[in-house]
């Protein structure tokens, strides 16, 4: 059973910055597609970014031009990296990879 392991939440301050990382225990390259969605209390699961084996990175309209996904196929890592982080980003941020599953999150809050 494959497992992603989130980590780099945590607690900062409106226009302050976060990398998130997600740990998977297989190799990645054989992983199409990885992503980052996120879910706010008593809101649904949403799509933050993902990417690509080859690199095609996607985004949602919400996070463009402040986060950037990655993804390292030595260490078998993906990485979200935040920027200018608003209050409304708050959430728990989840890794997903097609055909591995989910993570178990990791909390982010930004506080005003």
């Known amino acids: 059973q494959v497992q992603l392991v989130e980590s780099g939440g945590g607690l900062v301050q409106a226009g302050g910055s976060l990398r998130l990382s997600c740990a998977a225990s297989?190799?990645?390259?054989?992983?199409?597609?990885m992503g980052w969605f996120r879910q706010a209390p008593g809101k649904q699961r949403e799509l933050v970014a993902s990417?690509?084996?080859?690199?095609?990175?996607n985004y949602a309209d919400y996070v463009k031009g402040r986060f950037a996904i990655s993804r390292d196929n030595v260490k078998d890592t993906v990485y979200l990296e935040m920027n200018n982080l608003k209050p409304e980003d708050t959430a728990l941020y989840y890794c997903?990879?097609?055909?591995?599953?989910w993570g178990q999150g990791t909390q982010v809050t930004v506080s005003s």
């Open positions: 990417i690509t084996s080859g690199g095609t990175t």
């Open positions: 297989v190799r990645i390259f054989s992983i199409n597609v």
């Open positions: 997903y990879g097609t055909g591995a599953g």
